[in-house]
C-alpha cells in the first residue's frame, strides 16, 4: 500500500514562509502527478499546486508567484514552499499522488494532512 505522509504544518505570521513536504513510501518516479491541495474551514478543497511525472507544474491563480512546488527523487520527497503567505492560505493541506496505470482507472493516494495557520 501506498502511503505519503505530509510535514512542515505550522503556525506563521502574515508574509512569513513555511515549507510543506510530502515523503512517499515508494519511488515518487512510480507517479504520474503529485499535488498539494488544501481545505479550509466553510470551503470547498481546492488544487494548490501540481506536478507532473514530466516536470509540468501547475498553480492555483491564488498562489501563484508565492508558492512553488518542487520534488526530490533522491528523497521520494515533493515539497511546496510558500511566501508571502496570507491569512486567507490558512487550511490542512494535503499531499496527493496519483497513478494512472495501463489497465483500469487511475489510483490516488492522500496523506492525513498537516494544519497551516498564518496570523494576521
Not at 491541495?37 to 466553510?42: D, E, K, N, S, V
Not at 492555483?60 to 515539497?79: E, L, P
Not at 493541506?93 to 496519483?98: G, L, T
Not at 483500469?104 to 492522500?110: E, N
Request: proline letters at 3%; one cysteine or more.
Amino acid at each position: 500500500q501506498v502511503q505519503v505522509v505530509e510535514s512542515g504544518g505550522g503556525l506563521v505570521q502574515a508574509g512569513g514562509s513555511l515549507r510543506l513536504s510530502c515523503a512517499a513510501s515508494k519511488s515518487i518516479l512510480s507517479f504520474n502527478n503529485m499535488g498539494w491541495h488544501r481545505l479550509a474551514p466553510g470551503k470547498q478543497r481546492e488544487l494548490v499546486a501540481d506536478i507532473s511525472s514530466g516536470g509540468i507544474t501547475k498553480y492555483a491563480d491564488s498562489v501563484k508567484g508565492r508558492f512553488t512546488i518542487s520534488r526530490d527523487y533522491a528523497k521520494n520527497t515533493v515539497y511546496l514552499q510558500m511566501n508571502s503567505l496570507k491569512p486567507e492560505d490558512t487550511a490542512v493541506y494535503y499531499c496527493n499522488a496519483v497513478i494512472v496505470p495501463i489497465a483500469g482507472g487511475p489510483r490516488t493516494y492522500w496523506g492525513q494532512g498537516t494544519q497551516v495557520t498564518v496570523s494576521s
